[in-house]
């Protein structure tokens, strides 16, 4: 499975930005997806996690309430909107791929990566 994510730029605080993470492979409708953060000089941080039928969706704390995960199986792409953007969401955002059937926080669970798109909030 080959992952690209996109959708990342500049936003001013209270923003919004969709980000999107296309995948490859024929089997990506049976993966659990995520989206990971890393702020410069931090460890990757779970942001958001969704099962493949979509009928369970994890956030982090810090995003519960703002930030939206949702997947299209039929067009291999999952999907993270982003409101109310805070500077402290500053970071590159990355999407990953899980062959497990439940639910992951841990970037170690993971088994493929895309390349990562930058988000940037100005105050």
């Known amino acids: 499975v080959q992952l690209q994510a996109s959708g990342g730029g500049l936003v001013q605080a209270g923003g919004s930005l969709r980000l999107s993470c296309a995948a490859s492979?024929?089997?990506?409708?049976?993966?659990?997806m995520g989206w990971f953060r890393q702020a410069p000089g931090k460890e990757r941080e779970f942001v958001a996690t969704?099962?493949?039928?979509?009928?369970?969706?994890y956030y982090a704390d810090s995003v519960k309430g703002r930030f939206t995960i949702s997947r299209d199986n039929a067009k291999n792409t999952v999907y993270l909107q982003m409101n109310s953007l805070k500077p402290e969401d500053t970071a590159v955002y990355y999407c990953?791929?899980?062959?497990?059937?439940?639910?992951?926080?841990?970037?170690?669970?993971?088994?493929?990566w895309g390349q990562g798109t930058q988000v940037t909030v100005s105050s």
């Open positions: 969704i099962r493949w039928s979509s009928d369970s969706t």
């Open positions: 492979g024929r089997t990506f409708s049976s993966y659990v």
């Open positions: 990953a791929a899980d062959r497990d059937y439940g639910l992951e926080t841990r970037p170690t669970g993971y088994d493929y």
